[in-house]
């Protein structure tokens, strides 16, 4: 049996999407140190791409692609969000309700608006 084949899972999934429509955004994804963090790596690769007959310069360069993707926010929802934000819905009661993944574009916004960058982890502790 799917995750969303489980009782009240497709109901929470619509509820929880609501609730994030009307939140809105509140920090602007220009701003999320992810997405400063990975324009400087792209900087990097492009520096060191520009000449590749220098040694070195393109591992170094793929090294950099790499890291900007691991730290570079998505445009949407990780795909694990909703899983793990189901699977640890009893143990967060308020409605900022986060995932851990990296680079998830929903939660990385919500974590940087509350501040803190652990919201809805704090509540566990
Ligand atoms: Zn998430």
């Not at 520096?47 to 692609?65: C, F, Q, S, W």
């Not at 900022?96 to 982890?121: E, I």
Request: charged fraction near 30%.
């Amino acid at each position: 049996m799917g995750t969303w084949d489980e009782p009240g899972a497709r109901e929470w999934r619509q509820a929880v999407d609501a609730a994030d429509q009307l939140r809105g955004p509140k920090v602007p994804v220009g701003e999320l140190p992810g997405y400063l963090q990975g324009c400087d790596e792209v900087d990097e690769v492009r520096r060191l791409m520009a000449d590749p007959t220098v040694p070195g310069a393109l591992t170094a360069a793929r090294a950099a692609m790499r890291r900007a993707l691991r730290v570079t926010p998505q445009s949407c929802l990780d795909q694990l969000c909703y899983e793990q934000r189901w699977r640890g819905r009893n143990r967060w009661d308020g409605p900022l309700q986060v995932c851990d993944r990296p680079t998830c574009g929903r939660c990385l916004l919500l974590k940087a608006a509350d501040g803190d960058g652990n919201a809805g982890h704090s509540r566990t502790a």
